[in-house]
């Protein structure tokens, strides 16, 4: 079983006891669709939902998930900044690869000119810059750690000294040992820590945030194929499993992501973005990174990477209104502005 608030109201004003609060944020649900095998089997309001699981025997088990749903999340703390989750945040997409599917490369062998880039991310409105040198693209080369340290240590360096919050993306322990003394603050893995056996020591030794992604194959790659039979719940209780293993290896700032493009079709991608409210049952921060992905084009006429703000954007609204704390993407300043309007939009409804 699996819980997915629903039935979202514009303002909790005058519905005492019949709405509760997602995750601490900006959003308010009068309602959960009870999902079995990836299907809605009841839908049980809010006001009901204590004399509900009376007459349930995984009556702690969903309490649990429905407490963790209505929590606040915690203020991440990076270094000296704080970036709170009471509204969805903004994450800029630094690529300093010569073979990224969404810049070419128009990043890399220049550190000063890609810090400068990260520094304008930050002055348009992100919350911190996430720093890769390696593609995660289907079909990507695997790059020696000492070759992805030569291209993201120069550029987290300036970055750092800028004051702007980064976070490191890569499956590898010695690149994070490198980006974190350079000044990242933040390690971002699509494996979940789970390609190097190395990489969870070095995170919890350096007490630092995590991301963790879902991946059917983190050990490999992270693109190969899974017939899912239910991949809301199997992506859910898959990250679960993980996020459990890592705090109990010490690592207490937790994000999750689903993992959306790794290894999964057009359906199975959708359904996830339609059911990312599930996901805050996990009582983790939620982070997405759709940002000019294939499945745009797939929807639009096979629009190019660069063709694919609007698609971007429309995803970006999907996932403030399903609570998603943390937006990774390339497009800053227009993703900020689309929140602050939908910001604006919620702030009014919440004074009537």
Known sequence: MHLRPTQFVDSPIGCDGEVARLAGGMQWFAAYDVLEAGRRRETVAVAAFDRWLDFRHDAEELNTVHRATVAPRAPLRLGERVIRFDQPQVAGILNVT????????????????????????????????????????????TVWEGDEIARVVPVIERLAAAGTPVSIDTRKAAVMEAALAAGATLVNDVSALLWDERALDVVARAGCPVVLMHSPDPRT????????????????????????????????????????????????????????????GLGCPVMLGASRKRLIGALSNEAPVG?????????????AEAGVQLLRVHDVAETVQALRVWRGLRDRALVG
């Open 221 to 280: 790659g992270g693109h190969a194929r899974t017939g899912y039979a239910d991949v809301v719940g199997e992506v859910f209780d898959w990250l679960a499993l993980r996020v459990a293993a890592v705090r109990a290896a010490g690592v207490a700032e937790v994000i999750v992501d689903p993992g959306i493009g790794f290894g999964k079709t057009l359906a199975e991608n959708l359904s996830l973005l339609n059911n990312l409210a599930v996901f805050q």
């Open 98 to 141: 010569p073979d990224s599917f969404s810049d070419g490369g128009a990043h890399a062998d220049d550190p000063a000119a890609a810090a400068s880039v990260g520094v304008a991310m930050a002055a348009a409105g992100a919350a911190l810059v996430d720093v890769g040198g390696e593609s995660t693209r289907p079909g990507a080369t």
């Open 307 to 319: 063709d694919r703000l609007g698609g971007s954007l429309a995803l970006a609204a999907r996932a």
